[in-house]
């Protein structure tokens, strides 16, 4: 048995997987978050920890045999998490989607310089971003800063607390902006603009190598049997993509979760040449190229849930019909945005509404507001000469019929839907499996263990309209970016 662990925004997902790739059981275990301020966005690690254990507790509850052989975790990225010379968590960690980083940001890109980074790390200074969180806790909190001991992303703590080694895989690095990405190794220029030295770093493991074992009191409290291997794990995004079969060069992902991701592998390292995509080293060994938009699935939980405050997600979607002809615009910068425009300062707007204006027109413009924003990252990789026209889609607004119908034909895409829809903790799974040996590397697991159920194909005259839509929408950014500086 191998387990998956999904180190979420909102909740920890798990599952068992058996060595023929099925899934036994999956839990999720909620935890809070915290918004101190307006942008900012914070959690407790501990949290994270007890969620873990609880969740992996309730996986192996009615299992007979509890042997583990391997866990593999997957993980929100870029969080800061800051250990002192105890091993105390300094502080809350600073998440991905936390806004307060602008002046630190603008300072890596315009000071230090977007051609420097991009030489550095194969990347520029976006506000998620780890770099520029620890110049914030430089800056504001320089007792706090003293005190670092170690400094490490969110599912890297979950495995330091497991097994006590300190690592990090490439995947997840990348999106530090402190790693090397094409040589990777840590970046010796950004530690040392960001004041922090190698000593303070993890050890870097690609995704699926073994880097310890569960250590003996945590399996007696777990009631685990034997040995439990544990590898490095991913960023969330690379171990989606291997949940969803998307290794090897020339392999496409569209994640719907909290964030939107387009997700693009690839053998070989590129960068585009406004460093709007992110060049990343993924979880098979390989790179990738991706767009990530701060808030995908979340603008229509937002709509839903504070301004219609109604429950009833499906039935706010049924009946809607008029795709391609709607004519009210939904810009989705509910937190910012961060690829292609990497402007946190820039906020969400509806535009184009009018006295015969209906609830549908504006649940739609919503769905069709996070497509088109996705769809600007795809211009971006098609300007490299990659050429897509098949995707798979996982994520919690992938389970809509409509939203998947809308993403297909904005993008001119096949979606490939898979029969597991479990996303980064399936990719933890199959990722310990190919570190204990049960598979000889990442893309013989994902072409043995991940099955297409159902493909989403683009309809011709629908992609047409939506063209045209598209056209319109990608005028709206550059009229209201200005309004936010």
């Given at each position: 048995?191998?387990?998956?662990?999904?180190l979420?925004?909102?909740?920890?997902?798990?599952?068992?997987?058996d060595a023929?790739?099925?899934?036994?059981?999956?839990?999720?275990?909620?935890?809070?978050?915290?918004f101190?301020?307006?942008?900012?966005?914070?959690?407790?690690?501990?949290?994270?920890?007890?969620?873990?254990?609880?969740?992996?507790k309730?996986?192996?509850?009615?299992?007979?045999?509890?042997?583990?052989?391997?866990?593999?975790v997957?993980?929100?990225?870029?969080?800061?998490?800051?250990?002192?010379?105890?091993?105390?968590?300094?502080?809350?960690?600073?998440?991905?989607?936390?806004?307060?980083?602008?002046?630190?940001?603008?300072?890596?890109?315009?000071?230090?310089?977007?051609?420097?980074?991009?030489?550095?790390?194969?990347?520029?200074?976006?506000?998620?971003?780890?770099?520029?969180?620890?110049?914030?806790?430089?800056?504001?909190?320089?007792?706090?800063?003293?005190?670092i001991?170690?400094?490490?992303?969110?599912?890297?703590?979950?495995?330091?607390r497991?097994?006590?080694a300190?690592?990090?895989?490439?995947?997840?690095?990348?999106?530090?902006?402190?790693?090397?990405?094409?040589?990777?190794?840590?970046?010796?220029?950004?530690?040392?603009?960001?004041?922090?030295?190698?000593?303070?770093m993890?050890?870097?493991?690609?995704?699926?190598?073994?880097?310890?074992?569960?250590?003996?009191?945590?399996?007696?409290?777990?009631?685990?049997?034997?040995?439990?291997?544990?590898?490095?794990?991913?960023?969330?995004?690379?171990?989606?993509?291997?949940?969803?079969?998307?290794?090897?060069?020339?392999?496409?992902?569209?994640?719907?979760?909290?964030?939107?991701?387009?997700?693009?592998?690839?053998?070989?390292?590129?960068?585009?040449?406004?460093?709007?995509?992110?060049?990343f080293?993924?979880?098979?060994?390989?790179?990738?190229?991706?767009?990530?938009?701060?808030?995908?699935?979340?603008?229509?939980?937002?709509?839903?849930?504070?301004?219609?405050?109604?429950q009833?997600?499906?039935?706010?979607?049924?009946?809607?019909?008029?795709l391609?002809?709607?004519?009210?615009?939904?810009?989705?910068?509910?937190?910012?945005?961060?690829?292609?425009?990497?402007?946190?300062?820039?906020?969400?707007?509806?535009?184009?509404?009018?006295?015969?204006?209906?609830?549908?027109?504006?649940?739609?413009?919503?769905?069709?507001?996070?497509?088109?924003?996705?769809?600007?990252?795809?211009?971006?990789?098609?300007?490299?000469?990659?050429?897509?026209?098949?995707?798979?889609?996982?994520?919690?607004?992938?389970?809509?019929?409509?939203?998947?119908?809308?993403?297909?034909?904005?993008?001119?895409?096949?979606?490939?839907?898979?029969?597991?829809?479990?996303?980064?903790?399936?990719?933890?799974?199959i990722?310990?499996?190919?570190?204990?040996?049960?598979?000889?590397?990442?893309?013989?697991?994902?072409?043995?263990?991940?099955?297409v159920?159902?493909?989403?194909?683009?309809?011709?005259?629908?992609?047409?309209?939506?063209?045209?839509?598209?056209?319109?929408?990608?005028?709206?950014?550059?009229?209201?970016?200005?309004?936010?500086?």
């Amino acid at each position: 048995m191998y387990l998956g662990v999904d180190l979420g925004t909102s909740a920890v997902k798990l599952l068992a997987m058996d060595a023929d790739g099925n899934i036994k059981k999956t839990v999720s275990v909620e935890y809070p978050i915290s918004f101190p301020k307006s942008g900012w966005s914070e959690q407790n690690p501990e949290d994270w920890y007890k969620g873990t254990m609880e969740g992996i507790k309730q996986l192996l509850a009615d299992e007979a045999d509890k042997t583990v052989e391997g866990i593999g975790v997957g993980g929100q990225m870029h969080g800061l998490v800051i250990l002192d010379e105890q091993d105390n968590v300094i502080r809350p960690a600073i998440l991905w989607n936390d806004g307060r980083t602008t002046k630190e940001t603008e300072y890596l890109n315009t000071v230090i310089g977007q051609d420097k980074l991009s030489e550095y790390t194969g990347n520029i200074a976006f506000a998620g971003f780890t770099a520029p969180k620890i110049l914030w806790v430089r800056d504001n909190e320089p007792e706090n800063f003293k005190k670092i001991k170690k400094l490490m992303l969110p599912k890297d703590y979950i495995v330091y607390r497991l097994t006590g080694a300190y690592t990090s895989d490439y995947s997840d690095a990348s999106g530090m902006l402190l790693l090397d990405v094409k040589n990777k190794k840590w970046s010796s220029e950004m530690l040392e603009i960001c004041g922090i030295s190698d000593v303070e770093m993890p050890e870097l493991h690609e995704s699926f190598d073994v880097v310890g074992e569960l250590k003996a009191e945590i399996s007696a409290e777990l009631g685990i049997s034997g040995t439990t291997k544990v590898v490095a794990g991913a960023g969330d995004n690379a171990a989606a993509a291997i949940g969803t079969g998307t290794v090897g060069a020339g392999r496409c992902n569209l994640s719907l979760g909290t964030s939107g991701t387009i997700f693009i592998s690839n053998d070989k390292f590129s960068v585009d040449d406004y460093n709007s995509l992110h060049s990343f080293a993924h979880a098979d060994g390989g790179f990738h190229l991706m767009g990530c938009m701060l808030s995908a699935a979340s603008c229509n939980k937002w709509w839903m849930d504070e301004i219609l405050r109604d429950q009833d997600y499906a039935g706010n979607q049924k009946g809607i019909d008029n795709l391609g002809e709607n004519n009210v615009f939904f810009m989705p910068y509910l937190m910012g945005e961060r690829s292609p425009h990497n402007n946190p300062l820039v906020r969400a707007g509806f535009l184009g509404m009018s006295m015969d204006t209906t609830r549908e027109d504006m649940v739609l413009a919503v769905l069709e507001g996070v497509a088109f924003g996705l769809r600007d990252s795809l211009e971006v990789a098609r300007s490299l000469g990659v050429k897509i026209d098949t995707s798979n889609i996982c994520g919690g607004g992938a389970k809509s019929p409509l939203w998947r119908r809308i993403i297909a034909n904005v993008m001119n895409l096949n979606l490939e839907i898979q029969e597991n829809d479990e996303g980064p903790a399936l990719g933890g799974a199959i990722l310990a499996a190919v570190g204990c040996g049960q598979y000889k590397d990442v893309e013989e697991a994902a072409q043995k263990l991940v099955k297409v159920k159902e493909v989403v194909k683009p309809e011709p005259e629908l992609v047409a309209k939506y063209e045209e839509k598209y056209q319109h929408f990608r005028k709206l950014y550059p009229l209201i970016k200005d309004l936010y500086n």
